[in-house]
């Protein structure tokens, strides 16, 4: 059974910085991919960034691009999202997403396994 567990959300100024991370389990070897959504009240889904466990390559959506950064944990089957320069804009609940193969991307329907969400809020 495949889980994952997000923390590490919470309110920051504008400008600021906040990591997330999402611990998974399950996996029974490196090839699966992580990935970040997120969701604001009202709006759809969004990919943020993925990551290629097994090769490290890494995708990002234009939005985030130069502020945001994913890497991994092998050892510790975790995945980081290093956010800097937030804007009120990035508030929203982040997922983590699983997904078995080696191909990173930000198509919500092709993950099978997702996270209960942790709540980012940037406001002053």
């Known amino acids: 059974q495949v889980l994952l567990e997000e923390s590490g959300g919470g309110l920051v100024q504008p400008g600021n910085s906040l990591r997330l991370s999402c611990a998974a389990s399950g996996f029974t070897s490196d090839d699966y991919v992580i990935a970040w959504f997120r969701q604001a009240p009202g709006k759809e889904r969004e990919g943020v960034s993925s990551i290629s466990m097994s090769t490290d390559s890494k995708v990002y959506a234009d939005s985030v691009k130069g502020r945001f950064t994913i890497s991994r944990d092998n050892a510790k089957k975790s995945v980081y999202l290093q956010m800097n320069s937030l804007k009120p804009e990035d508030s929203a609940v982040y997922y983590c997403?699983?997904?078995?193969?080696?191909?990173?991307?930000?198509?919500?329907?092709?993950?099978?396994?997702w996270g209960q969400g942790t709540q980012v809020t940037v406001s002053s």
């Open positions: 997403a699983g997904d078995r193969g080696v191909t990173p991307g930000l198509t919500a329907v092709v993950y099978d396994y």
